[in-house]
């Protein structure tokens, strides 16, 4: 069926879904097999593999796998998704297959630390130059492209600070360079951007965090055209073996049914405690799309149907902070990771993240970091909790 016509909400419900022919079961079945009985003329090889070819090996393809690909590529509107065991499976994969020894790709200097991690040492070591930039700055980017140039990388909202990159902006500079762009759209969700319409050309997502929604499934995606997904998934993915468990698929795509409802209700408490924090005379700085005072606030109104449930905020001495507050937490629990139905605070420390996971190279990359995240942040991931009963956890826990 095509789902170009219908809603959001009826997307994230039926796409990639339909009552069992057999049993006439109205719920997906969960199809937990390794392998499939098939034609005694099947091949061995996943070189002979075509996208349509029956099921023969779950590392190569699963119907309950199959069908949480369509429920995403119908969301991101999308021609194609593979999906993977987490987020980091995807984006290894997809970098792994994109790049190779000789090229070059630009980066965000501030991205998620494990993917910031592997462009320190892994891609170097294989010969992989990697240049970092401050990609809000479209300017900075336009300089780093260069002849041998593959790849522009971009999180927006970044994680953790919350800065946004002007993707149409950035996917031009990208293609004008010969270069694809890829942006890991976690925070953002398709119920914000739809990156691939704004010129990206492939966009990844970590399932664990909103489109799951429960704190109960990792899983990873990337979405694009069929030409581009379809070799991936043949030469890297299924060759690499980062496959997703089809029960892991199946809480996934049960999760994803309430995905759009989900996300208003994310918003709108992120707003509302958004606000409380930055009344609160021990917050020194509070970031989140959805507030006039976010520093690309027009940019955000401009790019996000949705302002998602991340915020962040500083306060003096956010290392004691956080070991004061996170024994008093009741509703709101002191734990990493985000996108849950409960909400989940941490606290990052500059200097420690900037020894370990960013190695930022220039006065203006220190610059913008130190304009978002200060000494150090919180990150709150605000949950479906009833709003108020999170704001009066977290002002008992702030105040003396």
């Not at 398709?190 to 704190?215: E, I, M, N, Q, W």
């Not at 990873?220 to 997703?244: H, N, W």
């Amino acid at each position: 069926m095509n789902f170009e016509s219908f809603g959001e909400q009826t997307v994230a419900i039926h796409a990639g879904e339909a009552p069992d022919a057999l049993t006439g079961a109205s719920a997906p079945n969960i199809v937990m097999s390794t392998t499939f009985a098939v034609d005694a003329n099947t091949g061995f090889s996943v070189e002979t593999m075509n996208e349509n070819d029956p099921w023969l090996y779950t590392r190569w393809g699963n119907p309950t796998l199959h069908q949480l690909e369509l429920k995403l590529a119908a969301l991101e509107r999308a021609e194609a998704a593979v999906v993977f065991a987490s987020g980091m499976g995807a984006i290894s994969a997809l970098l792994l297959h994109l790049l190779k020894a000789g090229d070059h790709a630009v980066v965000s200097d501030v991205a998620y630390a494990a993917m910031s991690e592997l462009t320190n040492d892994v891609l170097p070591g294989l010969g992989i130059e990697i240049t970092r930039v401050n990609t809000a700055d479209a300017a900075s980017v336009a300089d780093a492209v260069r002849p041998d140039t593959r790849l522009v990388y971009i999180e927006s909202p970044c994680n953790p600070l919350l800065r946004l990159t002007d993707i149409a902006a950035v996917a031009d500079i990208a293609h004008g360079a010969g270069a694809r762009l890829v942006i890991d759209s976690t925070f953002a969700t398709p119920a914000a951007t739809r990156p691939l319409a704004l010129g990206a050309d492939f966009v990844v997502h970590s399932l664990t965090k909103y489109l799951c929604g429960h704190g109960d499934a990792l899983g990873g995606a990337v979405l694009g055209s069929r030409a581009d997904l379809a070799p991936l998934r043949k030469k890297t993915a299924i060759r690499l073996g980062g496959s997703l468990s089809p029960f892991n698929a199946w809480l996934i795509m049960r999760g994803m049914a309430t995905f759009p409802m989900r996300m208003r209700v994310h918003e709108d408490n992120a707003m509302r405690v958004a606000s409380f924090l930055e009344s609160h005379p021990k917050v020194s700085r509070v970031i989140y799309p959805g507030l006039p005072s976010h520093p690309q606030y027009e940019l955000a109104r401009r790019q996000m149907r949705n302002f998602s449930g991340i915020l962040t905020f500083g306060m003096a001495d956010g290392r004691a902070e956080a070991a004061r507050m996170a024994p008093k937490l009741r509703v709101v629990h002191y734990a990493v990771s985000l996108g849950h139905h409960r909400s989940l605070l941490f606290y990052l420390h500059g200097e420690d993240l900037l020894k370990s996971s960013f190695r930022l190279g220039s006065p203006q990359q220190l610059q913008s970091w130190h304009e978002f995240a200060g000494e150090g942040l919180f990150r709150l991931s605000v949950g479906l909790e009833d709003a108020d009963d999170i704001i009066a956890d977290l002002r008992q826990a702030l105040d003396d």
